[in-house]
């Protein structure tokens, strides 16, 4: 491998290692040793790949935002051309998304507020993205409320961010199903007729 592989396959052992450690135990628990330890690198290794724990994080948040705004712009495509049909679209894909690793959900709800101000810019950059979305997806529809389109998407996304920290720290889950049902609901009347 060349330097710029090695330097690629070191910065990739690290994001696996942290996807786990900073999911659980959590971020404040997980020290550059053990995230080494568990990428098999040394610490050394580790300052040529990231500049601290905290940037690694970054890039871990990231990276999860990326993936799940991927995955909500391809199913708001592929949905029926109804606000109804791309709001259920939209968060079906986001919760099954977010869902089927239940660390990369500990990540982008939960760690995302214990991390401090780590990821202050970082958290907001993100829900500014999903806000402009959800508002791209509205937007071809007569506007059927008074109310800010961007506040009322900022609000909505705030329901989500709770609905899916419920689900993974309620020693009863709700089932995903009910989870989908109660975000459509939520979002269906956020942006429905005031």
Sequence with gaps: MTAEQRL???????????YTLYAKPGFTSTTIERLCSEARIS??????????????????????VEESLAVVAKALQEAPDTLDGRVKAGIRAYIEFATADWRRARIMHVEVRRSGDVLTLSRQRA????????QDAAEDFPKTSALNRRLLALGVI?????????WLLSDDRPDIEELVAVAVHIFTRGLGPA
Excluded at 8 to 18: G, P, Q, S, V
Excluded at 127 to 134: G, P
Excluded at 158 to 166: D, F, P, S, T
Aim: aromatic fraction near 8%.
């Design 158 to 166: 705030g329901a989500l961010q709770e609905l899916l920290i419920e």
């Design 8 to 18: 690629a396959d070191r910065r990739e052992r690290l994001m696996t290692a942290a």
């Design 43 to 64: 610490n050394r290794a580790f300052y040529e790949c990231f500049g601290g724990r905290e940037e690694l994080l970054q890039a871990l948040h990231e990276r999860c």
């Design 127 to 134: 829900v500014e993205a999903f806000a402009r979305l959800i």
